[in-house]
Each structure stands twice: as structure tokens, then as C-alpha cells.
């Protein structure tokens, strides 16, 4: 390893990327791209006092940003918030031992994430809820590049119909290969599941009271900061709040509309869209 060049280093970051994968319980997360449109990163973190603790990403179908964030994972790791918030193309550059700043990609999606992370952090909600897991760690199912079952049953539901486009979208089964078999079988499994019991199922009525319910839920206590704001419409995954007219102008309602789709998207579907009317 010591013999390693800057772009060796990189390139070995993106066959072997580092903390990849979810993370439970982050302290914050960021989001980047849309999964909805195909290509997106989520980037989480933990902190103790004003210090991160820890990092982990997941991508979708952006290969090109898997190595900068794998490097970007581990560079947060005991710096404060304000020094996370200054990073830039030089820092990953230097991290990888003074590979030139032009052989990155042009957009940096994990610094993008990391802010996010950071704003997300210092906002009002606390704790990140947990993104459709249980109080245990979702199973590894790529050691080799450090992907769980969570991650692959997203992309299924996502489209991808099977291992080449789950592949196309992640490294999982790209290093050794011995988890190939039970990606297939996590794909079967999503594909044979039964449609889950919220958001899925909302064509139906049942299905559609069903989600208004849960979205009701989830922003109770976003919308109750905002006196006046209500759930006005759901149509098919796009959620309508109402807001006063006359604060039409006001920046609060953009941090508002991200914090309430950022809520949903996490507990309830990655699908749901949140938009803002006024009136």
C-alpha cells in the first residue's frame, strides 16, 4: 500500500470504497440527485460534541462519485462541523497523498451530501429518523464492498429488474463474487413481496387512507411550528401542504417544504414529493 500512487490510492477507493452502506441513527443525512430520477447519493454522519464520528454513504448509479466519497468517509472523522462545511476538491485531493484536483470528477456529490448532512443537522429535527429499518443493522450482504440487503431491495423497488441492473447502480457482487447468489435472491424476494402495506398499495382506497394517515402522522409536529400550514392534497406520491398567502415570500417555507420531504421520504416512502401552495 505504501507503494501506492495518489490515483492507485483513488482507484482503490473505488473498487474498495469505505463505509458504504446506511447508516442507523445518524445524527444527520444528506441527500443528493433523486432515486426517483435514477442517480442520487445519501451521505450520513454521527457526531460526539461538535465533532463527527463517523460517516457512511450510499450511491445510485453515480459510480463516477463512489471513490471521492469513500475518501470523503474518512476524512470527516474528527474534524468539527465548521471544518467539514470547508472542504473541498484540494482536501480529497490531498487525503489521497497530492493526486491533482482536475482528475476528480468536475461535482463533487459526497461534499454536496456532507453539507446537506451538516444542515440537516443543525436543524430543528434532531435525530434522522431511520430510513425504513427495524432496531437491527440491515444484513451485509457484499463484504467486499461493505453493501447490505436494505441497500438492494431500494434499487429493486427502484427498477432495477435484476443482478446486471442492481450492478449497474452498485458495486455489490463485484469483488469476489460469492455474494452474487444472494443478491439474486433478495431480488426475488422484492419482486414476490406482496405490495407493502402503505405507500405501495395507495392506488386503492384502503391504501390511499391508509398513507394520508401516515403522512398526517409524520407531520404533525413539522406543520405544528407553522401555524396556518395543512395537508391540502395527495395526488398519486405528490403530497400538497398549504401555506398563508400572505408569507408567500418568506425563505422559511423552502426549509420547510425540504424538512417535510426529507421526513417522508425516510418513514414513510422514498417516492413521496412534497410541494408548497399558497392560499
Request: glycine content about 8%.
Amino acid at each position: 500500500m505504501t507503494d501506492m500512487t495518489p490515483l492507485d490510492t483513488y482507484f482503490d477507493h473505488a473498487q474498495r470504497p469505505r463505509n458504504m452502506g446506511r447508516m442507523l441513527d445518524a445524527h444527520g443525512t444528506g441527500n443528493v440527485g433523486s432515486i426517483v430520477s435514477g442517480r442520487a447519493l445519501r451521505f450520513f454522519m454521527s457526531v460526539e460534541g461538535d465533532r463527527v464520528a463517523a460517516a457512511k454513504f450510499q450511491v445510485f448509479a453515480c459510480q463516477e462519485q463512489v471513490a471521492a466519497a469513500s475518501v470523503l468517509s474518512e476524512l470527516v472523522v474528527g474534524k468539527s462541523l465548521e471544518e467539514c462545511r470547508n472542504l473541498g476538491h484540494a482536501d480529497i485531493a490531498a487525503a489521497l497523498g497530492g493526486l491533482e484536483p482536475d482528475q476528480l470528477p468536475p461535482q463533487l456529490w459526497g461534499l454536496a451530501g456532507l453539507k446537506d448532512a451538516i444542515a440537516h443537522l443543525e436543524g430543528s429535527d434532531g435525530l434522522v429518523a431511520r430510513l425504513d429499518t427495524t432496531t437491527s443493522e440491515s444484513p451485509l450482504l457484499c463484504r467486499c464492498h461493505g453493501v447490505d440487503e436494505a441497500t438492494v431491495k431500494e434499487l429493486v423497488r427502484s427498477g432495477a429488474a435484476d443482478l446486471p441492473a442492481v450492478q449497474a447502480q452498485s458495486p455489490v457482487g463485484s469483488g469476489c463474487g460469492t455474494c452474487r447468489r444472494d443478491v439474486e435472491r433478495v431480488i426475488a424476494e422484492v419482486q414476490d413481496a406482496p405490495a407493502p402495506t402503505v405507500a405501495a398499495s395507495s392506488t386503492g382506497a384502503k391504501g390511499r387512507i391508509a398513507l394520508m394517515r401516515a403522512i398526517t402522522q409524520q407531520l404533525q409536529d413539522v406543520l405544528a411550528a407553522h401555524p396556518g400550514c395543512e395537508i391540502w392534497d395527495l395526488q398519486g406520491m405528490q403530497v400538497t401542504i398549504r401555506c398563508p398567502a400572505e408569507s408567500q415570500d418568506e425563505p422559511v417555507w423552502e426549509q420547510l417544504q425540504d424538512r417535510c420531504e426529507r421526513r417522508l421520504k425516510d418513514e414513510v416512502d422514498p417516492l413521496l414529493q412534497v410541494s408548497l401552495a399558497f392560499g
